[in-house]
């Protein structure tokens, strides 16, 4: 008998996820969707079953919901849920990165049909919108899942074990907690990524070259500002308290830090820069933590056509898998840099000889 997953938001995550499930045996995939352009798109690629725009006419049939949407549209979705008449249990779950209001309405359901067992897998990409799925996306992310405080373990393992073709990495957490840390983690670096994109833009007033000499590290470590703003303003308004909190901490910090540009020594700023480095050296979960890592390798290239594929075409032919490849760097005309990123140290240490014995300038991120 097959299980009814209905995927309500079929956007960047809930397309994603209804492909790494549509080939599961025993599983029937309903996408709802109120943009009818997404639904046309998934049903002419086959990303699930079938399509429907009636929320409450398809999760009566649904064994599971899958609320793929901002957290404010999710949270109305449950609401939706609880004031349908359901004749049969639903394992109801969201994947919304900010947790307390979704739990909030999940503590007063009145409804004894439905299980609800908060979720968030942590992946996503610059891209939005169902044109931008991948069935692959959550491949070693971190999956956080929060149960009700009345949810049994064996609904936990059921969702995990439909969850599983999506190849994350499942742990449990409270959901305080959880947004606390996803808080730090994910949520307030991108609003300082924002903050110093405004930054660059005032100054531009002042030096028109700017946007030509944003590279490198500029570039690396605002990307995140380069986000859906819809969904991040969803997320910040959702967890507003705690990013005031954040925020808060943040100027006190940067208040110290430009006492100790003002006034501070070189060995003063010498110890400032290496607290950070070791401390950012320590995140790695190759030795703690649950954020996934890699381990590196910095190879120099010359900008011309297929330089890039033959190093890829090099490593592929001794069998070597790459994690994830990054171009850095790249100006016309000269050098630039990739960054290539594998699951293990071997095949670092591998790669980083190979390329050297073929000629290429590396370097090995420790």
């Keep these: 008998m097959s ?3 209905l995927v309500a938001g079929l956007g960047l995550i809930g397309g994603s996820l209804a492909l790494s499930l549509k080939d599961t045996k025993g599983v029937y995939l309903i996408g709802y969707d109120t943009k009818p352009s997404t639904l046309e798109y998934a049903k002419m690629n086959a990303i ?48 919304t990165s900010v947790k307390k209001p979704i739990m909030d309405v999940a503590h007063q359901l009145q409804s004894d049909q439905i299980t609800f067992i908060g979720g968030h897998p942590m992946a996503g990409s610059h891209k939005h919108g169902i044109q931008a799925a991948k069935s692959h996306l959550f491949e070693n992310a971190i999956y956080v899942l929060s149960p009700t405080r009345h949810c049994h373990q064996a609904k936990v393992d059921q969702l995990e074990a439909l969850l599983t073709p999506t190849n994350s990495k499942f742990i449990v957490l409270d959901p305080d907690e959880h947004d606390e840390m996803t808080s730090v983690i994910s949520h307030f670096p991108h609003l300082i990524a924002s903050s110093l994109v405004h930054q660059a833009r005032n100054w531009q007033k002042k030096h028109a070259y700017i ?11 605002t990307r995140i500002a380069s986000s859906n703003p819809s969904m991040w303003k969803d997320i910040f308004f959702q967890n507003k308290e705690k990013m005031s909190q954040l925020l808060t901490d943040w100027i006190d910090e940067m208040k110290d830090l430009k006492e100790l540009i003002d006034t501070g020594g070189q060995d003063q700023i010498y110890a400032y820069l290496d607290e950070a480095k070791d401390y950012r050296d320590g995140l790695d979960s190759k030795k703690k933590g649950a954020i996934l890592s890699y381990y590196d390798i910095y190879v120099d290239i010359f900008d011309q056509p297929g330089a890039i594929l033959k190093v890829i075409e090099l490593l592929a032919k001794h069998d070597i898998s790459l994690r994830n490849i990054e171009i850095l760097e790249i100006r016309e005309g000269i ?3 990739l960054r290539l990123s594998f699951q293990d140290k071997n095949d670092q240490q591998m790669s980083d000889a190979l390329l050297q014995k073929y000629g290429y300038s590396t370097m090995i991120d420790e």
Excluded: M, N, W, Y
Excluded at 53 to 73: E, G, N, Q, W, Y
């Design 48 to 95: 699930v079953d079938e399509v429907t725009d009636d929320f409450r006419t398809a999760v009566k049939h649904a064994d599971v919901c899958i609320l793929a949407a901002p957290v404010s549209v999710a949270v109305e979705l449950l609401k939706t849920i609880d004031q349908v008449e359901l004749h049969d249990e639903i394992l109801v779950t969201d994947v």
């Design 3 to 5: 299980q009814k997953v």
């Design 335 to 337: 050098t630039g840099v």
């Design 211 to 221: 946007p030509k000499l944003a590279a490198g590290g500029f570039r690396d470590i």
